[in-house]
């Protein structure tokens, strides 16, 4: 009789039996977070290398400086470019082709400046800047090429510097990316049951480390 009793009060104290349905659906869940988070970490994992990498290297950029001195250079153009007669404007688009086939500048034309004496023509792109400087009255110029510096290339692609709109989409969508590896991440932890408590107390513990530091030492 005891033992009988027993039984009835252990089978009392059972819980319900999850539903199938839930069970299915959670599982379902799991394996498609699990799915998503594996291959977007594949898709992203270069773009994640080097944004990681970049970071590294333009928070220590003096770890990187170049002590080369910019190239300079010198010489003459057809004075009638910037120095139209009658109703003809400078010849803007002849100027920027001569200065890109004489000294192969790359990059975008950033700025195309005209006063009474001079015109400046810059060029610039991610880890590079050309400087042409021409006399209006003579078509004399100087044109200063600043080195090529691979770190420096790599800095301004994780600024997002001087790199066009294309190079603009590439970053949102690796922000789009890490966004989603991250969550997807954060939700797998809530199938882990054993990893589960000790795995949202060390998220709890980064985020309060990260905010420590910044209200201490940063603001």
């Excluded at 799991?30 to 998503?36: D, G, S």
């Excluded at 975008?108 to 005209?114: G, T, Y």
């Excluded at 001079?118 to 800047?129: A, D, I, R």
Aim: net charge neutral; glycine share 6%; aromatic share 12%.
């Amino acid at each position: 009789m005891p033992n009988s009793a027993g039984g009835e009060a252990n089978e009392t104290a059972r819980p319900a039996p999850l539903n199938p349905r839930y069970l299915h659906w959670k599982r379902r869940f799991a394996h498609l977070a699990r799915w998503l988070h594996t291959y977007l970490s594949m898709l992203s994992f270069a773009l994640l290398l080097f944004f990681a990498v970049t970071g590294l290297t333009l928070n220590h950029a003096e770890w990187f400086d170049s002590h080369e001195r910019p190239a300079e250079f010198h010489g003459t153009l057809n004075k009638d470019w910037v120095n139209p007669s009658g109703s003809a404007g400078v010849a803007k688009d002849e100027i920027v082709s001569y200065f890109r086939t004489t000294y192969r500048t790359r990059g975008a034309l950033s700025d195309f400046h005209l006063d009474a004496d001079q015109c400046e023509v810059l060029f610039k792109g991610p880890g590079y800047e050309a400087d042409a400087t021409i006399d209006r009255a003579t078509g004399k110029y100087d044109v200063t090429i600043s080195p090529f510096s691979l770190v420096a290339l790599l800095n301004d692609l994780h600024k997002g510097r001087d790199t066009g709109k294309k190079w603009s989409i590439v970053i949102d969508f690796s922000a789009v990316l890490m966004t989603l590896v991250s969550l997807t991440g954060l939700t797998l932890i809530f199938f882990l049951n054993k990893r589960r408590f000790s795995g949202l107390v060390l998220i709890a513990v980064g985020a309060l480390l990260s905010w420590l530091v910044y209200s201490l030492w940063v603001s």
